[in-house]
């Protein structure tokens, strides 16, 4: 009997270790100790750090910060599907620039054409339909749609670590927001079933979209113009229009991230902002300076500069993806 309750009492003081760690596919470092001092700073009342719930915000970047950007933007081979099943109705995509090279590699369309490119495709694929088809055209998509390499589907492709940083920062009575260079209602069908945020908490680059009355019945019709790109200094901008209120915590890992990290950091009060590194080859990709997608190369410079983490893949993560 004395051995059994020992051992029962060795079992539950495991268990309550484990659930006592809120970011267990973190690695013990500098950067989860960071991360978990924070919010203990943040959350104690009558502590010199203590904020309001009310002013608790925490923004995130997308790609590369919560899932998989490489060989290419998730959205960008959801736009190069697109055009694929609309070519048939266009034959002369297949002689006309850029949709020729679109039509042959996301990669090649950004070395012949770059982000003018992109956007041209973006306003061929994403437009000329209602908000509502457009949503179920995403949805549908997302369901079935594997990434090229892994053969994965791409919801299953997001971050491990950084799913528990989100959930520790809710339990601590965060207001958790996607601010992403991603089109905002690319990313709205899916992110409440994959990450928990709410369509109303994603921020993103848009199109504009004109409201029309057609039969009698009210529509939101869909319009092949940009009418804001949420990127580098967008971001902030974003924030203030969308939000209305200063982050307090900011997580991202491209140079496109700064603005939002700069704006986090040099508020009043305790702050805490980090950059995701991509260094791991073997278990993810390996790439910041020379990438297409996600590159980082200022923010390497900031990060040292002003005193915030680089957050490594390779170091700080037990794992990366949830299975």
């Known amino acids: 009997m004395l051995i059994a309750g020992l051992f029962g009492l060795l079992l539950w003081c495991a268990g309550a270790g484990a659930q006592s760690d809120p970011l267990p596919s973190w690695n013990d470092g500098a950067n989860k100790?960071?991360?978990?001092?924070?919010?203990?700073?943040?959350?104690?009342?009558?502590?010199p750090d203590y904020v309001a719930p009310s002013d608790r915000i925490a923004t995130f970047d997308n790609d590369g910060t919560l899932?998989?950007?490489q060989p290419m933007y998730v959205q960008l081979a959801f736009a190069l599907d697109r055009l694929k099943a609309l070519s048939k109705q266009h034959p002369e995509?297949?002689?006309?620039?850029?949709?020729?090279?679109?039509?042959?590699?996301?990669?090649?369309?950004?070395d012949e054409f770059g982000d003018k490119g992109v956007l041209q495709i973006v306003a061929a694929t994403h437009a000329g339909m209602t908000t509502k088809q457009f949503d179920a055209i995403v949805t549908d998509w997302i369901a079935t749609a594997r990434h090229p390499e892994t053969g994965k589907l791409y919801t299953s492709m997001i971050y491990q670590p950084m799913l528990e940083v989100m959930?520790?920062?809710?339990?601590?009575?965060?207001?958790v927001f996607i601010v992403s260079g991603g089109g905002i209602a690319f990313m709205r069908p899916w992110t409440a079933a994959t990450y928990g945020v709410v369509p109303e908490n994603v921020v993103g680059s848009s199109i504009k979209t004109q409201f029309l009355l057609r039969g009698g019945v009210p529509i939101i019709f869909r319009l092949p113009e940009v009418e804001f790109i949420d990127d580098g200094p967008g971001k902030p901008v974003a924030i203030?229009?969308?939000?209305?209120?200063?982050?307090?915590a900011a997580f991202g890992?491209?140079?496109g991230d700064l603005g939002m990290l700069a704006w986090t950091k040099y508020g009043p009060g305790k702050r805490f902002v980090a950059l995701v590194h991509h260094d791991d080859g073997k278990r993810e990709y390996a790439y910041d300076k020379e990438s297409h997608f996600g590159k980082l190369d200022k923010?390497?410079?900031?990060?040292?500069?002003h005193g915030f983490p680089l957050i490594s893949m390779k170091n700080d993560w037990k794992r990366i993806f949830p299975d």
Do not use: C, M
Not at 33 to 40: S, T
Not at 93 to 110: I, N, Q, T, Y
């Open 299 to 305: 923010g390497l410079a900031a990060a040292k500069d």
């Open 67 to 69: 899932w998989v950007e």
């Open 93 to 110: 995509w297949k002689d006309r620039e850029p949709f020729a090279s679109a039509l042959e590699g996301g990669v090649k369309l950004l």
């Open 240 to 248: 203030q229009r969308f939000i209305g209120k200063q982050p307090i």
């Open 167 to 175: 959930d520790y920062l809710r339990a601590n009575e965060f207001k």
């Open 253 to 255: 890992n491209s140079d």
């Open 33 to 47: 100790q960071a991360i978990i001092a924070f919010v203990d700073a943040v959350t104690t009342q009558g502590g």
